[in-house]
């Protein structure tokens, strides 16, 4: 259960500075991702899954 929470606070502290550094760079990618279709963005998200399995699969392999 803790490492629920720590893989969540590590996604909203990345998030934060994101929002907190470039909030007008956030603006123009969500202006770009209207433009993509359903199916392009479906494709993104399924790749930034598969990185962020691959990730936490090699967290755990180094011992984190």
């Known amino acids: 259960m803790g490492f629920i929470f720590l893989a969540l606070g ?9 929002y907190a550094l470039a ?4 603006e123009r990618l969500l202006e770009m991702l209207r433009t993509l279709s359903e199916e392009q963005r479906r494709n993104a ?3 930034a899954l598969v990185l962020g399995l691959i990730l936490v699969w090699l967290a755990f ?4």
Do not use: H
């Open 61 to 64: 392999r180094l011992g984190f």
């Open 45 to 47: 998200g399924l790749a």
């Open 10 to 18: 590590l996604v909203l502290i990345a998030e934060g500075l994101v």
């Open 23 to 26: 909030p007008s760079l956030v």
